[in-house]
T-cell receptor, first 113, second 114 residues
Framework: GEDVEQSLFLSVREGDSSVINCTYT??????LYWYKQEPGAGLQLLTY???NMDMKQDQRLTVLLNKKDKHLSLRIADTQTGDSAIYFC?????????????WGLGTSLAVNP | EAGVTQSPTHLIKTRGQQATLRCSPI?????VYWYQQALGLGLQFLLW???????NRGNFPPRFSGRQFPNYSSELNVNALELEDSALYLC?????????????FGAGSRLTVL
């Protein structure tokens, strides 16, 4: 069945790069998304990538997509304490007349000063 | 532009009661989604409404229901509350059609069932 998997925790030092990984199972995905959730808040879109792209860069964020391995990663350069949050990966694909969105469980990023 | 707004922010109920949560989407968005985020369980899809119709439903019992109004705002109703219904309920809205259809989330309504 459809599934999106992420590691649950990641701890980095301030100023280092963080890499959050995500794997998905459905090969017919159209878009893949990264969202950020700070404590007590809703989810905020960070970036998304269309499935025919390999890479997307947006300031400190770099998304890499390996379609062959169904692997998506989010790299945060120069990680700051304000980046501490839960990061969710989501995959969208077409299922008949509907579009389905499958979410990972989220990776909790802790940034240590 | 106002974002997705949800009310109430917090709600405390007792077992067996009913809860009603409300969501106003971003202006111009016709699709509204409801998710349950319980501790340790990630985001669980509840319901998707578009143009006033229920388009898809997650794996939740019928006591979870909702509707979408002509102005595209939406209501989530939870009947016969159980302790395990305690969670953060997130609403999101999006455009519908071709393209990324990015979901924009509200801050959530935290429901506590005692």
């Amino acid at each position: 069945g459809e599934d999106v998997e992420q590691s649950l925790f990641l701890s980095v030092r301030e100023g280092d790069s963080s890499v959050i990984n995500c794997t998905y199972t459905d090969s017919s995905s159209t878009y893949l998304y990264w969202y950020k959730q700070e404590p007590g808040a809703g989810l905020q879109l960070l970036t998304y990538i269309f499935s025919n792209m390999d890479m997307k860069q947006d300031q400190r964020l770099t998304v890499l997509l390996n379609k062959k391995d169904k692997h998506l990663s989010l790299r945060i350069a120069d990680t700051q304490t304000g980046d501490s949050a839960i990061y969710f990966c989501a995959e969208r694909f077409n299922a008949g007349n509907n579009r389905k969105l499958i979410w990972g469980l989220g990776t909790s990023l802790a940034v240590n000063p | 532009e106002a974002g997705v707004t949800q009310s109430p922010t917090h709600l405390i109920k007792t077992r067996g009661q009913q809860a009603t949560l409300r969501c106003s989407p971003i202006s111009g968005h016709t699709s509204v989604y409801w998710y349950q985020q319980a501790l340790g369980l990630g985001l669980q899809f509840l319901l998707w409404y578009d143009e006033g119709e229920e388009r898809n439903r997650g794996n939740f019992p019928p006591r979870f229901s909702g509707r979408q109004f002509p102005n595209y705002s939406s209501e989530l109703n939870v009947n016969a509350l159980e302790l395990e219904d305690s969670a953060l309920y997130l609403c999101a809205s999006s455009l519908r059609g071709a393209g990324a259809n990015v979901l924009t989330f509200g801050a959530g309504s935290r429901l506590t069932v005692l």
